[in-house]
């Protein structure tokens, strides 16, 4: 193999390798953009608050998230507010001797200190009711959660299938 050919392979193969770490590279990216859907507000992260494509006529949709609190006092999620819909409310879904049941929660939820809320399907949840436009799977949606202690914190709702669990795509590996 002359010194020439050996050069072209090598400048070929580092065209490739180039390439290769390129994409690996805008492969991470992607896992770290869909990780940094959070919310933060003094001791309080909102991490990936995320809700379902609705059908055509739909009134309301849900709304999911999981809040950490990392303070020594305890706060209260006490309102919930959105354009997408005429009011939204929070609820809680039991099941009691086999009979689903679903409640609007009056005076808010607590977030323990040093503790964790997670809202999600089948438990503490959002309700937008009235919905004033369809939530579409990839679009994202404003809201406003008040807490008691925190205040007013602006989040984005990122609308997922209609049959989505919310899992990031780090937890789909696991």
Do not use: C
Request: overall charge neutral.
């Amino acid at each position: 193999m002359s010194h020439r050919q050996s050069a072209s392979l090598l400048h070929s193969f580092g065209d490739r390798l180039g390439i290769a770490i390129f994409a690996f590279a805008l492969l991470f990216a992607g896992v770290h953009m869909a990780a940094a859907h959070e919310f933060k507000a003094g001791s309080l992260e909102i991490e990936h608050p995320w809700s379902r494509a609705t059908p055509a006529g739909a009134k309301v949709a849900g709304g999911y998230f999981t809040v950490t609190n990392s303070g020594s006092q305890p706060d209260r999620l006490v309102s919930i507010s959105s354009d997408i819909s005429e009011k939204s409310e929070l609820h809680e879904m039991t099941v009691k001797d086999g009979v689903m049941t679903m409640r609007k929660v009056d005076g808010g939820v607590e977030i323990p200190a040093n503790g964790t809320l997670k809202l999600a399907p089948g438990g503490y949840h959002l309700m937008f009711i009235g919905l004033k436009k369809q939530p579409k799977q990839g679009e994202k949606f404003a809201a406003t959660l008040t807490f008691e202690k925190a205040g007013p914190v602006a989040v984005e709702f990122a609308v997922e299938a209609m049959g989505a669990n919310g899992m990031k795509m780090e937890e789909h590996a696991n």
